[in-house]
């Protein structure tokens, strides 16, 4: 079974966080919420407190195959603020599989991560991504980082997700089974 951790910090957009690790532990993939603000309560962009399954400190990064950063503005400074936010991006970049949407590919970019790579992110953090190459799609996916524009891509970078750790017949049951068009 897969296992992906999704980073949680205060100021997260609960949205772009939640509907991924509904869509994820629907496709039977083990998800965990890890929250690096040091407690387990995590106040989102619009004041929702959602309590995370695990602290950063506590997760066993061998056992994970994705690290998925959510975006919201204060979210993602409190994530890049994190040195193990960014040291795991690295390794995951490198060795298995990233995705972040919104504010969050920000990061991924600052760390160098995406130079030269196909990219997307919120329009209003374009200027944050160096030198990658925007599609200004809804999801883009270069090799094992994937990246979504925004809250309105957040199912379809999840379905994209869900589907390269489970498999498309997954996918399609889950699309259905919620109403999705």
Do not use: W
């Not at 509907?19 to 039977?28: E, F, Q, S, W, Y």
């Amino acid at each position: 079974m897969s296992k992906v951790v999704v980073f949680l910090a205060d100021g997260f957009e609960e949205c772009e966080a939640l509907i991924v690790v509904d869509i994820l532990r629907r496709a039977g993939i083990e998800t965990e919420m890890a929250s690096v603000m040091g407690r387990r309560e995590v106040l989102s962009s619009r004041k929702i407190e959602v309590k995370a399954d695990v602290l950063l400190e506590d997760v066993a990064f061998g056992q994970v195959d994705m690290v998925f950063l959510p975006g919201g503005r204060l979210g993602v400074e409190n994530l890049e603020r994190s040195e193990k936010v960014k040291s795991s991006c690295e390794l995951f970049a490198r060795e298995k599989k990233l995705a972040a949407i919104c504010a969050a590919p920000s990061i991924l970019a600052h760390l160098g991560l995406l130079s030269g790579k196909k990219a997307t992110c919120h329009p209003d953090f374009e200027c944050e991504m160096g030198d990658a190459v925007l599609t200004h799609e809804s999801v883009a996916v270069d090799g094992n980082i994937y990246t979504g524009q925004g809250l309105g891509a957040t199912f379809e970078l999840a379905f994209v997700l869900a589907e390269v750790l489970a498999g498309s017949e997954k996918v399609e049951r889950i699309r259905k089974a919620i109403c999705y068009r």
